[in-house]
Structures are given as structure tokens and as C-alpha cells.
């Protein structure tokens, strides 16, 4: 049986409380500790999107 992944994830966080650059900094360490990112780490890009910018 063969699977098939998505070639690109989409992190997104809103946090219209914190700066962009703090938010992508929060978003960046938590994908860093996330069991599903680590597993899918080398098989897909990601990108990340802080209150709909993409950063």
C-alpha cells in the first residue's frame, strides 16, 4: 500500500497581539516540537503564514 502525502504544509498563526517577527519565532519553535513536523520534516516544504503574511 502506498501513500501519498501533501508536498506542502501551511503553518498558520494569528496573533494580532505580537510583533510578526516574535510570532513566526513562536510558530517556527513549536513546528520544531511537533511530532507530526518531525515525522513529515524531510518530505515536505512548509511554509509560514503570521497573521495572513507569509514569512
Not at 501519498?4 to 496573533?15: E, G, I, M, W
Not at 497581539?17 to 513536523?37: F, G, I, K, W
Amino acid at each position: 500500500m502506498r501513500i501519498s502525502l501533501p508536498s506542502l504544509a501551511v503553518a498558520r498563526r494569528r496573533s494580532p497581539s505580537l510583533a510578526v517577527d516574535e510570532a513566526d519565532r513562536l510558530t517556527r519553535a513549536a513546528q520544531r516540537a511537533c511530532p507530526y513536523s518531525s515525522a513529515t520534516r524531510a518530505n515536505m516544504d512548509v511554509s509560514v503564514v503570521v497573521n495572513g503574511e507569509q514569512v
